[in-house]
């Protein structure tokens, strides 16, 4: 018997089938599917749903406006005769996660599809630029807008747009959108159809504005994606230095920060804020050569909103860019100057332990000092500063090309 039910075992990252829908055709096009990185917020942990044989979760959107087509398909689904074992209601799991109003059968989303072309982005325009498409021998042009939910139809399409989240990040949660202090900036994609102009989605980011005292905001990133079809061609690039630009130009706002950042935001976030400082004239080689300095934090934090730690990495990608690493003193200078920062929780630990000698008997202090090797702690150093130097490198490298 548990051999036959495991036969009813369906992982849900490969049941799930998404896709953003320009043409009818694309319906059955299997090369506009995409599949979710997660399904456990919806799922559980083990992202299995239980009691189907080929199933398949349909989920397709409209490319401009989102509107979404949902069906659940299977070859087979257990019944009475497996001792009452109920099979998972999939169904109610994903309309938890989408707003009412989807279609359930492919001609009422087809008759929506063909009113696309009244679908224009929400907002206000901030910055239009363009990308090269190899496969379409063209270039294809993108814009990002600032919206909020004043806009009409905006709350409506932001709750279609959220659902993504659930598949892509994490640790997603929805935010509450009726705080005014969220802002909502979209990237969009133009093309054409049948001679008229239409707008896709391409990804967009949430940005909450904190209050500092007595008169500032700190704009902090909450959200940011930019939907797989899109991935790895620079718009999340794009995006986040038109966000970065947009806040630049308000005295106001102190700084930008982000939420929790993954390690990818934070490889794309140095590879924005290097692009912004490079030409200013405190990382000029001059004086990147001569060690980090508040000239650096006071101009970055003023022109370019910038906070002191990330602008430390800039100064450190930089100057890795100034120095002939093949020069041995040069190398070594710069080696000692990134540990110097990178030793600082180990110093902390260290001072810690000073406090603990001396309210510790002997024995508790030996299980103390065993689990911190002193040479360890070097290897963890080097190891660290290695790691950080290959992630530079490939951000220069990315600048180079940009």
């Not at 190899?134 to 939910?149: H, L, P, R, S």
Request: proline residues 4%; aromatic residues 12%.
């Amino acid at each position: 018997m548990e051999k036959k039910l495991a036969e009813y075992k369906c992982n849900t990252n490969e049941a799930i089938q998404l896709k953003l829908v320009r043409f009818p055709e694309d319906l059955e096009d299997d090369n506009t599917t995409f599949n979710p990185e997660y399904s456990h917020q919806v799922f559980g942990d083990d992202e299995i749903a239980f009691g189907y044989k080929g199933l398949k979760i349909l989920l397709y959107y409209i490319a401009g406006n989102l509107s979404t087509f949902f069906r659940i398909e299977y070859t087979s689904k257990v019944n009475e005769k497996f001792d009452c074992v109920e099979a998972d209601d999939v169904e109610s799991k994903i309309r938890e996660i989408i707003p009412p109003g989807f279609c359930t059968n492919t001609d009422d989303f087809v008759s929506l599809l063909e009113k696309e072309v009244n679908f224009k982005p929400f907002g206000m325009l901030l910055h239009t630029y363009s990308i090269h498409n190899e496969e379409a021998g063209e270039d294809i042009t993108y814009q990002i807008y600032k919206a909020d939910m004043t806009c009409p139809g905006f709350r409506e399409y932001h709750e279609r747009l959220q659902t993504f989240l659930m598949w892509f990040i994490e640790t997603a949660s929805f935010i509450d959108v009726d705080d005014e202090r969220w802002n909502y900036f979209l990237v969009f994609e133009k093309y054409n159809k049948d001679g008229a102009t239409l707008f896709a989605t391409v990804g967009y980011m949430t940005v909450y504005n904190y209050y500092v005292y007595p008169d500032k905001t700190r704009p902090r990133v909450s959200q940011m994606l930019i939907l797989p079809p899109f991935q790895g061609e620079g718009h999340g690039a794009q995006l986040l230095e038109t966000v970065h630009r947009y806040y630049m130009s308000s005295p106001t706002v102190l700084d930008i920060t982000a939420e929790d950042p993954s390690e990818n935001y934070v490889k794309l976030r140095d590879f924005v804020l290097v692009k912004l400082c490079q030409d200013l004239l405190c990382f000029s080689p001059v004086k990147l050569m001569q060690g980090f300095s508040q000239e650096m934090v006071t101009e970055a934090q003023q022109k370019l909103k910038i906070n002191k730690q990330h602008t430390r990495r800039v100064y450190e990608i930089l100057r890795l860019r100034a120095t002939n690493m093949g020069d041995a003193e040069q190398s070594r200078s710069y080696r000692l100057d990134v540990k110097r920062r990178l030793i600082g929780p180990y110093k902390k630990k260290q001072r810690e332990l000073a406090k603990m000698r001396r309210c510790l008997r002997p024995e508790e202090m030996t299980n103390q000092l065993n689990q911190i090797d002193l040479n360890m702690q070097r290897e963890q150093l080097e190891e660290s500063f290695q790691q950080l130097v290959s992630d530079y490198r490939r951000v220069l490298e990315r600048l180079a090309q940009a």
